[in-house]
Nanobody, 123 residues
Framework: QVHLVESGGGLVQAGGSLRLSCAAS????????MGWFRQAPGKEREFVAA????????VYATSVRGRFTISRDNAKNTLNLQMNSLKPEDTAVYYC????????????????WGQGTQVTVSS
């Protein structure tokens, strides 16, 4: 079992920045690839970014590439998402998730989820 808790969401103006964190507890954090997903009202949950277990290779959705940076600290059991140049369309509930699978783009492959943190970007 892995318990995930997100923090760092809030209200920010367009062009601003936020840093989301996800604290993990339970089973070995470094044994899981980690991802960030988001869900806006009335829309399906979508992939944002993911990072591999040990090497920390990263992948991003096209919509956030160049603006968002995912990182992890396996010593501190922490996952982060630095979000810069935020746009109103980034408004959503952001979730961190852990997977022991290989398809980091598909939310169905993730074993554990946090409760989510709200990010609101005003125009």
């Amino acid at each position: 079992q892995v318990h995930l808790v997100e923090s760092g969401g809030g209200l920010v103006q367009a062009g601003g920045s936020l840093r989301l964190s996800c604290a993990a507890s339970g089973r070995t954090f470094s044994g899981y690839a980690m991802g960030w997903f988001r869900q806006a009202p009335g829309k399906e949950r979508e992939f944002v970014a993911a990072i591999t277990r040990i090497r920390g290779n990263t992948v991003y959705a096209t919509s956030v590439r160049g603006r968002f940076t995912i990182s992890r600290d396996n010593a501190k059991n922490t996952l982060n998402l630095q979000m810069n140049s935020l746009k109103p369309e980034d408004t959503a509930v952001y979730y961190c998730a852990a997977t022991d699978g290989s398809n980091v783009f598909n939310d169905k492959s993730y074993n554990y989820w946090g409760q989510g943190t709200q990010v609101t970007v005003s125009s």
